[in-house]
């Protein structure tokens, strides 16, 4: 297994500086939310540092880790290359760093889009993205209250929140953020039929 200190300094040498501040702060802040939400801190933190791992690659050699790895993009990622750098880090973590933690592998991958499914540690390191100590957008407070609320609320305002800002800077949508909110919400719009006695 390879040693936190060596991923730490692969990570330093790959990400700008102020990416790799944002590593460490999502690494504490999914640690927090294990120990809130009964997941394993180690692995949270594990996945938390390693998320962004290719986030500072370029085109280009995120191309080429594509082809070596065998990544083919769908026909979302391929109009949207901000999704790329999630597939390609888990294909990294994998390949180059020998990480043989399928959960672990998962929550790295599934980090940008989130997805219909998914596991304690896929949802603490999404989320933990979301708020970590770095996070200043506006509407940030909210989340990390609804966050702070419970996991289910904590996906549910932030897989809205994903797709107002995707609709609003007019990109494409993944299916996969797609599924998260409607996953989210199903459990949501149940509740609130049960509270006001409907039964459809
Ligand atoms: O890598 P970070 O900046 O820490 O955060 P991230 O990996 O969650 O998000 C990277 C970008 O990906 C961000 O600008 C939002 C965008 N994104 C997330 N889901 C989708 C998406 N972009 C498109 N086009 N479609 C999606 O479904
Ligand atoms: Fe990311
Ligand atoms: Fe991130």
């Given at each position: 297994?390879?040693?936190?200190?060596?991923?730490?300094?692969?990570?330093?040498?790959?990400?700008?500086?102020e990416r790799y501040a944002h590593t460490l702060c999502v690494a504490e802040e999914a640690a927090v939310l294990a120990k809130r939400y009964g997941a394993d801190k180690e692995?949270?933190?594990?996945?938390?540092?390693?998320?962004?791992i290719c986030k500072s690659d370029n085109r280009d050699?995120?191309?080429?880790m594509m082809r070596e790895f065998g990544i083919i993009p769908d026909n979302v990622?391929?109009?949207?290359?901000?999704?790329?750098?999630?597939r390609v880090g888990a294909a990294f973590c994998r390949?180059?760093?020998?990480?043989?933690?399928?959960?672990?592998?998962?929550?790295?991958?599934?980090?940008t889009t989130a997805r219909a499914g998914m596991s304690?540690?896929?949802?603490?390191?999404?989320?933990?993205?979301?708020?970590?100590?770095?996070?200043?957008?506006?509407?940030?407070?909210?989340?990390?209250?609804?966050v702070y609320a419970g996991l289910d609320s904590g996906m549910r305002v932030a897989a809205a929140f994903s797709m107002r800002e995707l609709i609003k800077?007019?990109?494409?949508?993944?299916?996969?953020?797609?599924?998260a909110y409607n996953e989210?919400?199903?459990?949501?719009?149940?509740v609130n039929r049960l509270r006001s006695g409907k039964s459809i």
């Open positions: 297994m390879i040693e936190i200190s060596e991923i730490k300094k692969i990570l330093n040498s790959k990400l700008t500086s692995k949270a933190r594990l996945a938390g540092l390693l998320h962004d050699s995120l191309l080429q990622e391929e109009y949207a290359e901000k999704l790329w750098h999630a390949q180059r760093l020998g990480i043989e933690d399928e959960d672990v592998l998962s929550a790295v991958r599934y980090h304690l540690l896929e949802k603490i390191v999404f989320l933990a993205d979301y708020i970590s100590a770095d996070r200043d957008y506006e509407g940030v407070q909210e989340i990390r209250t609804a800077k007019q990109r494409l949508i993944h299916p996969n953020t797609v599924a989210a919400m199903r459990e949501w719009v149940t």
